[in-house]
């Protein structure tokens, strides 16, 4: 066995069947699934002082082809129409027998923690693939989303669950994906939505002021809370404060365990069936993310919204015991506009723009005052058009613009719809305001010219309908994200109500994709493509199926959930 000298000190030795790094979504799935199918002794090893990782921050949504959930809501889908989808979004990045294993178990993943655990999801069936209209994409119903719960499922450990960025909540409360978010969006227009509103925060309030927070769990908040419920229930110890040091191996190569240091020292786990890495991936390995990354990945010009403990502590656990990076992807990151919204306490929080850019009344433009791009296509493609539009050599950036017709309709990045009040917006810094086109150009710091052009341009558009330099509202996706009460097109509406806010934004991203290669079972591959005994790898530490693209909501937690499912059957030994 390959020890280090300092590992042969009296360390207290634990043995176990598995060992598991991270407690996201996709390694918390491995443990679950090899306790429940093989009954085996399950470890989870977490570095930070609270669980759930990135999945914690989500939207907790799941990209699953062909789920039993949505075909049970009338979505007509097949593996092979999703396999043509993910062929033409991988292109040579395609790896056929990893997609057959997605396409086949993912379904299998949600049917069993419906019946075996305290996970529960619910179909999406507008929810549109990113790029319906390329070969074997879908209008809907391929992504599914993690039903709320309440946070006394946790009990005395919701202490220790991560909570969701403070950027997206409203006085700490997290609204809730799909259904919620659109009451909120019409609370002021329709008596339904005002009504479930303001129920929706006077619960909130009375929570606050009997427990100290809210205790409604929305989004992946409720998908770690329920997993970790279930590992809980299923007798599988949650280490935290615990990162993997080193990994454990035969000389032969093989991992039999590993270094953790805990909260009372280092323990040596040996495991009799191997180690699963699901570390999260490298958002916030600043030195991995230059050499990879194909834009200025600097800490003051690329933002992550990823959990910070990502810092590719599990991809560089493999690469010490012969595993390989997945290189050439085409984007190494899943990309996301991000605004920094300025914080009390002098620093600024990621705030990724995933539904605003489809709003009618709302564009984007570079310096030039030009726009560059569909604003309502998803926000990787958003970040590559954005990328390619700035000068190379100078930094990425763009401006959301808008009215203040829309912006108090929709609200705008932080900036929330009326009734609530834009000056704490305002005197922070975050938006910018203008009388006319020109001012607002000129606070901005872009051409005064160019705007009015871009924005004469869009306003003749609109009145036509139709977006012709962008095809802004032309795809299922647009449309999701748009107000079907505007007609004829839900993403288009004038600019021409003053004032006139922006919003910068720069290039962030919610997660990596450029992770360890691995095989169909989720086993590690070294440098020669064989698999690396009792090493798998699940989530952002394994690269994504869908090397380097983008192709729908939940194309990172719908894979990690299915691959960590493979990952623990294959550790118990069960046939995949």
């Known amino acids: 066995m390959t020890e280090n000298k300092s590992d042969q000190a009296d360390i207290e030795t634990i043995e176990c069947d598995l060992l598991v790094a991270g407690s996201g979504a996709a390694g918390m799935t491995a443990a679950i699934v090899a306790r429940k199918q093989g009954k085996l002794k399950v470890i989870v090893a977490e570095k930070e002082p609270v669980f759930g990782g990135t999945t914690a921050l989500s939207g907790g949504y799941l990209w699953i082809p062909n789920n039993p959930l949505s075909q049970a809501a009338g979505i007509k889908d097949s593996a092979d129409t999703a396999r043509s989808y993910i062929r033409h979004e991988a292109g040579n990045h395609f790896d056929k027998k990893r997609v057959d294993a997605f396409l086949r178990d993912g379904p299998h993943m949600v049917t069993f923690m419906h019946e075996h655990t305290a996970v529960r999801f619910e179909a999406s069936p507008a929810f549109s693939d990113y790029h319906p209209d390329a070969p074997g994409g879908l209008p809907g119903g391929r992504s ?18 991560r909570p969701p960025r403070p950027e997206l909540t409203l006085y700490g409360l997290a609204i809730g994906s799909g259904k919620e978010l659109w009451h909120f969006y019409r609370a002021t227009k329709r008596v339904g939505s005002f009504a479930y509103v303001a129920k929706r925060l006077a619960k909130h309030g009375l929570d606050v002021a009997l427990h100290g927070r809210g205790m409604l769990l929305t989004n992946g908040n409720a998908l770690a809370a329920r997993l970790y419920r279930t590992a809980k229930d299923s007798d ?14 035969r000389d032969d190569g093989s991992v039999i365990g590993a270094i953790v240091q805990t909260p009372y020292g280092l323990r040596r786990v040996l495991t009799r069936k191997g180690v699963v890495l ?25 933002h992550s919204a990823a959990s ?13 015991v012969g595993a390989r990076i997945a290189e050439g992807y085409p984007n190494a990151g899943a990309w996301a506009p991000t605004s920094l919204v300025p914080r009390k306490d002098g620093t600024k929080g990621p705030f990724p723009h995933f539904i605003d850019r489809g709003k009618p009344g709302v564009i984007a433009v570079t310096r030039s005052g030009q726009r560059f791009v569909n604003e309502a296509n998803s926000y990787h493609d958003f970040v590559q058009g954005m990328i390619r539009a700035c000068p ?19 609200g705008l990045g932080h900036v929330k719809p009326a009734p609530l009040p834009l000056k704490s917006s305002l005197e922070s810094g975050y938006l910018i305001k203008g009388g006319t086109i020109a001012e607002l150009a000129r606070n901005v710091g872009i051409d005064p010219a160019g705007l009015e052009a ?3 341009k869009w306003n003749a558009d609109v009145a036509k309908g139709e977006d012709s330099a962008f095809g802004k509202g032309s795809t299922a996706y647009n449309r999701f994200h748009g107000d079907a009460e505007v007609k004829p097109n839900p993403c288009l509406a004038p600019i021409n109500n003053g004032p006139f806010y922006g919003v910068r934004v720069v290039p962030g991203d919610i997660g990596t994709f450029a992770g360890l290669r691995t ?7 070294d440098s020669s493509g064989e698999p690396i005994p009792g090493l798998y790898a699940a989530g952002n530490d394994m690269a994504s199926i869908l090397g380097g693209n983008y192709s729908g909501g939940g194309i990172t937690l719908g894979p990690g959930m299915t691959f ?8 118990a030994g069960v046939n995949n």
Do not use: M
């Open 564 to 571: 960590g499912f493979i990952a623990g059957r294959h550790a």
């Open 278 to 302: 699901a570390c999260g991936g490298f958002s916030h390995d600043f030195a991995r993310r230059q050499e990879i990354y194909t834009h200025n990945a600097s800490p003051s010009e690329h």
């Open 308 to 320: 910070p403990g990502n810092v590719g502590d599990g991809i560089r656990l493999g690469e010490a």
């Open 236 to 249: 599988i110890p949650v280490w935290l404060d615990s990162p993997v040091k080193r990994l454990l191996a």
């Open 454 to 456: 871009t924005i004469q």
């Open 392 to 410: 190379k050599g100078e930094a990425a950036e763009a401006f959301l613009i808008a009215d203040h017709r829309t912006i108090r309709r929709y």
């Open 144 to 161: 599914i989303l993690t039903q709320p719960t309440d946070a006394s499922i946790l009990g005395q450990d919701l202490a220790k669950l």
């Open 519 to 525: 095989d169909e079972s989720s086993r590690v591959l």
